[in-house]
């Protein structure tokens, strides 16, 4: 089974400040992570992903993520938030023996000046 | 096409109707999902097609959601008698088949809104 946990429905920070979106995922096998954005009244727009190469990735918009294997997480960090930032995030989890995404409950990001 | 279109964009509906939500892929694409996002839920698996395997139809929550794809390219959602725990927005997405779904990703419309008043 999979399963992927976001810690904080919410997350608010000042422009300028550091991002950091936490997600824990569970998988018996070798997993495959996204961290996917959604802004208002739109689909998902994919972040960035882990495939089993670099423990870091670099995404979009200045985002990027480390897979850590020993704590199960993928974190999504960005240095400097913008208020284009504000939206909703999702983290997703698929492997091998699955074909479709698990997603956390999603994350909402606000931004203030 | 260039990316994942779904109709209508929104849809209200009255209790007891049947909707139909449409889905047409990007071309090419052989993995076909829908979604049903709720508010503070997440997102929900419902139904994914491969090819011209059976359907996984192990994230339909009722007899009354049903689904199929036509020719391997679009697919409709249909929902029967809607209530009102059914509102929510349904998100399509497609991919590639196998290992180039992580490869390449999985697409996404930007969904419907369905509201059962």
């Known amino acids: 089974a999979q399963s992927v946990t976001q810690l904080g429905s919410h997350v608010s920070v000042s422009e300028g400040a550091l991002v950091l979106l936490r997600c824990n995922y569970s998988?018996?096998?070798?997993?495959?992570l996204f961290w996917y954005v959604q802004y208002p009244n739109q689909g998902l727009q994919l972040l960035l992903k882990?495939?089993?190469?670099?423990?870091l990735v670099k995404g979009i918009n200045g985002f990027e993520a480390e897979f850590k294997k020993s704590e199960t997480s993928f974190h999504l960090t960005k240095p400097s938030a913008h208020m284009s930032d504000a939206a909703e995030y999702f983290c997703?989890?698929?492997?091998?023996?699955?074909?479709?995404?698990?997603f956390g409950k999603g994350t909402m990001l606000l931004v203030s000046p | 096409g260039a990316g994942v279109s779904q109709s209508p964009s929104n849809k209200v509906t009255e209790k007891g109707k049947d909707v139909e939500l449409r889905c047409d892929p990007i071309?090419?694409?052989?993995?076909l999902y829908w979604y049903r996002q709720s508010l503070g839920q997440g997102l929900e698996f419902l139904i994914y097609?491969?090819?011209?395997?059976?359907?996984?139809k192990s994230g339909l929550p009722s007899d009354r959601f049903s689904a199929e794809r036509t020719g391997g390219s679009v697919s409709t959602l249909t929902i029967q008698r809607t209530q009102q725990e059914d509102s929510a927005v349904y998100l399509c997405?497609?991919?590639?088949?196998?290992?180039?779904?992580?490869?390449?990703?999985?697409?996404f419309g930007s969904g419907t809104r369905l509201t059962v008043v």
């Open positions: 997405a497609s991919s590639l088949g196998g290992a180039d779904r992580v490869r390449y990703g999985y697409t």
């Open positions: 998988s018996s096998v070798p997993p495959y």
């Open positions: 882990y495939t089993s190469a670099a423990t």
């Open positions: 997703a989890v698929t492997s091998s023996g699955y074909s479709t995404l698990t």
């Open positions: 071309s090419g694409h052989t993995a």
């Open positions: 097609f491969q090819g011209n395997s059976a359907p996984d």
